[in-house]
């Protein structure tokens, strides 16, 4: 996706210095016909939803960072707290205009709060503010009518591959 809007800068300068320049009118039209090929090409690139973004990103993610605090593995934990923001800050960048990218803000200041604590390596602290931020998880999803998907502090470990 780089590289395409770095083509369409590179379009762009040479098209608007053509035009100061005075090129013909069929070569301008054939420079926007490429812009425009460009611009549906990049309209068109699959984007991953926000529920795969959860699924993919979000939601393990919260599963490791809880066993990692749990298990005071604090360098794990900040590794899976920065995932987990990642896949928040996916949501925004891929989804800007719709309402998930805006309430899910909600979830920042107890993102700041499980850092805090993960920096102290203050395990009573971890776990009071991961409770604070599945609940908070739980009332993004309320205020966006998926009430129905109820996220809780993880009570088992499906991923028997890694050592937390």
Same mark, same amino acid.
């Given at each position: 996706?780089?590289?395409?809007?770095?083509?369409?800068?590179?379009?762009?300068?040479?098209?608007?210095? =053509?035009?100061?320049?005075?090129?013909?009118?069929?070569?301008? &039209?054939? !420079?926007? *016909?490429?812009?425009?090929? !460009?611009?549906?090409?990049?309209?068109?690139?699959?984007?991953?939803?926000?529920? &795969?973004? =959860?699924?993919?990103?979000?939601?393990?993610?919260?599963?490791? !960072?809880?066993?990692?605090?749990?298990?005071?593995?604090? &360098?794990? $934990?900040?590794?899976?707290?920065?995932?987990?923001?990642?896949?928040?800050?996916?949501?925004?960048?891929?989804?800007?205009?719709?309402?998930? *990218?805006?309430?899910?803000?909600?979830?920042?200041? $107890? =993102?700041?709060?499980?850092?805090? $604590?993960?920096?102290?390596?203050?395990?009573? *602290?971890?776990?009071?503010?991961?409770?604070? !931020?599945?609940?908070?998880?739980?009332?993004?999803?309320? *205020?966006?009518?998926?009430?129905?998907?109820?996220?809780?502090?993880?009570?088992?470990?499906?991923?028997?591959?890694?050592?937390?």
């Amino acid at each position: 996706m780089k590289r395409l809007s770095l083509l369409l800068l590179s379009l762009a300068v040479p098209f608007s210095l =053509m035009v100061s320049c005075g090129q013909s009118g069929s070569e301008n &039209a054939h !420079l926007q *016909a490429r812009i425009d090929s !460009l611009q549906n090409k990049l309209d068109s690139i699959y984007t991953p939803g926000t529920g &795969a973004f =959860m699924n993919t990103i979000v939601q393990p993610h919260h599963l490791k !960072l809880w066993f990692a605090g749990q298990n005071k593995n604090w &360098a794990l $934990a900040e590794y899976e707290r920065q995932e987990l923001m990642g896949g928040f800050e996916k949501i925004q960048k891929y989804h800007k205009n719709k309402p998930e *990218a805006t309430t899910i803000a909600m979830i920042f200041p $107890a =993102m700041n709060a499980v850092e805090k $604590a993960i920096r102290d390596k203050d395990a009573v *602290a971890f776990k009071s503010n991961f409770v604070t !931020l599945t609940n908070t998880c739980n009332t993004c999803h309320q *205020a966006l009518k998926y009430e129905f998907n109820v996220i809780k502090v993880p009570t088992t470990n499906s991923f028997g591959n890694q050592s937390f």
